[in-house]
């Protein structure tokens, strides 16, 4: 089963806006980490963040963590049609699983 | 530095056979972890290896196992072939600890079971 669930599954935005992906999840977390995949492709380590940071950034990505309501969120700014992919968060919930679980993901597509 | 390889890219296989993936890591890393991605179930963890030894593990049965040599590539193999086990198998690479470390992962092997 899986830990994270993104929301929403699908997103489409034309090129310049803002796009916000959600994650939500079910039991306390070490750490979450988003990643994004290009279609039938690798993954690609976006950022990471730790259950006592609340937001983090990385050039045009704003992540927050709200571990009380077990959620985080992913804000690109600014989209570019290069940032078309899935988006999965995955969390490390600590303990002797040490795995990560990864969520369903979202699918965005920015039209140029 | 060269990335993380997956060969073969494609594989198609019947019911029944077995195969073998190969995963060679980032120069210098010594985690390797594998997973399986399908449309249905998403992305779920297979396993990892640490220095030749499996570290962790994910609820899979035992057709599907690994291997890490000295020079910490890895192999899965997935015996008794079932048609559900086709699929996206990604094999990622990290330091030490995957969990709190970057992963880097491969451009993934395409397994088909027909």
């Known amino acids: 089963s899986q830990q994270g669930e993104e929301d929403p599954q699908a997103l489409s935005i034309q090129e310049g806006e803002n796009a916000t992906m959600n994650c939500s999840y079910k039991?306390?977390?070490?750490?979450l980490q988003w990643y994004r995949q290009n279609s039938g492709r690798g993954l690609v380590h976006l950022i990471l963040i730790r259950s006592n940071e609340r937001e983090k950034h990385s050039g045009r990505l704003r992540v927050t963590l709200d571990t009380s309501k077990k959620s985080s969120s992913l804000l690109i700014t600014a989209s570019r049609a290069a940032d078309t992919a899935s988006y999965f968060c995955a969390t490390y919930p600590g303990g002797s699983a040490r795995q990560l679980t990864f969520g369903s993901g979202t699918q965005l597509t920015v039209l140029p | 530095k060269a990335g993380v390889t997956q060969t073969p890219r494609y594989l198609i296989k019947t019911r029944g056979q077995q195969v073998t993936l190969s995963c060679s890591p980032i120069?210098?890393?010594?985690?390797v972890s594998w997973y399986q991605q399908t449309p249905g179930q998403g992305l779920q963890f297979l396993f990892e290896y640490f220095s030749e030894t499996q570290r962790n593990k994910g609820n899979f049965p035992g057709r599907f196992s690994g291997r890490q040599f000295s020079n910490s590539r890895s192999e899965m193999n997935v015996s008794t072939l079932e048609l559900g086990d086709s699929a996206l198998y990604l094999c990622?690479?990290?330091?030490?600890?995957?969990?709190?470390?970057?992963?880097?992962f491969g451009p993934g092997t395409r397994l088909t079971v027909l």
């Open positions: 120069s210098g890393h010594r985690s």
């Open positions: 990622a690479s990290s330091l030490s600890d995957p969990t709190w470390n970057e992963q880097f």
């Open positions: 039991t306390s977390i070490n750490n």
